[in-house]
């Protein structure tokens, strides 16, 4: 337990010293002020926080890199992780359209954190810092470091260390408007790890699910609701349901069916 905290600490506190740093540089060099830091900038802030996290994970010996599971050719686990992720789309658009409205603080939380992803999303280097870099860093700790020490320390409460790595995940992103996809995604990718202990598939199913999000968000400009993709109405809404858990579902099983972890 005391594992699974100093390594979420640690990947909170490389962000906020990043964050500092690049802050404050570009207000000596800019004489702009701090709270009008531009995209560019916010690119420049994710990349080397990406890269300093992954060092210090790695030098630390908190996470070890092995190539034993890609080793076992596990294409068709990586495949259907891809293909549940995109069914999974969805239910997540229709979830985050039956949460209220925020106000106060957690307002002011989610619309600058919007802001800053809609500048992101609109700049050359968005998709690197959104849907490249972000996998493999969260990923490597929250399932390849925190998740593993719950295991660890908990073996036959699997399912209380997964739901609660998935809630500590969630907090981290630090805006109320992402934590209960955030949470769930993070039960899915829990399972995938402990059933093959390894981050790749979950790699690939946050890789597909960040790509779809950046395409979805230049193809449709924006979408804020389900209802900006299908159109108004609820028959279009459960009929797009229908045709995602025809996705997701088989998906899932088949995952149940093939996942194991290396001889």
């Given at each position: 337990m005391k594992k699974a905290f100093i390594f979420t600490f640690a990947f909170l506190a490389i962000q906020f010293v990043v964050?500092?740093?690049?802050?404050?540089?570009?207000?000596l060099i800019t004489g702009a002020p701090a709270d009008s830091l531009p995209p560019l900038w916010h690119i420049g802030v994710m990349v080397l926080f990406s890269l300093l996290t992954i060092l210090?994970?790695?030098?630390?010996?908190?996470f070890e890199a092995s190539r034993s599971y890609l080793r076992s050719r596990p294409w068709d686990v990586i495949?259907?992780?891809?293909?549940?992720?995109?069914?999974a789309l969805v239910p997540s658009l229709l979830l985050q359209g039956l949460i209220p409205e925020w106000s106060g603080w957690a307002k002011e939380i989610v619309d600058e954190t919007n802001k800053q992803m809609e500048g992101l999303?609109?700049?050359?280097?968005?998709?690197?810092?959104?849907?490249?870099?972000?996998?493999?860093v969260e990923e490597?700790?929250?399932?390849?470091?925190?998740?593993?020490?719950?295991?660890?320390?908990?073996?036959?409460?699997?399912?209380?260390?997964?739901?609660?790595?998935a809630l500590i995940f969630a907090i981290v992103h630090l805006n109320?408007?992402?934590m209960p996809h955030a949470f769930l995604i993070g039960l899915l990718l829990g399972w995938l790890y402990m059933r093959t202990?390894?981050?790749?598939?979950?790699?690939?199913?946050?890789?597909?699910?960040?790509?779809?999000?950046?395409?979805l968000f230049h193809v449709y400009h924006n979408p804020q609701s389900l209802q900006d993709i299908v159109g108004q109405g609820m028959r279009p809404a459960l009929m797009a349901l229908?045709?995602?858990?025809?996705?997701?579902?088989?998906?899932?099983?088949?995952?149940?069916?093939?996942?194991?972890?290396?001889?």
């Open positions: 964050q500092l740093l690049v802050t404050i540089s570009y207000t210090v994970f790695l030098r630390a010996g908190w495949g259907w992780s891809v293909v549940a992720a995109l069914g999303m609109s700049v050359p280097g968005g998709y690197m810092v959104i849907a490249l870099l972000p996998p493999v490597m700790v929250f399932r390849g470091c925190v998740l593993r020490s719950l295991l660890e320390w908990k073996p036959r409460h699997r399912w209380w260390m997964i739901a609660l790595s109320p408007a992402q202990g390894s981050i790749v598939p979950g790699v690939a199913y946050h890789w597909a699910n960040n790509t779809a999000a950046y395409v229908l045709f995602s858990l025809c996705i997701l579902l088989p998906a899932l099983f088949q995952l149940h069916q093939r996942m194991r972890r290396p001889s």
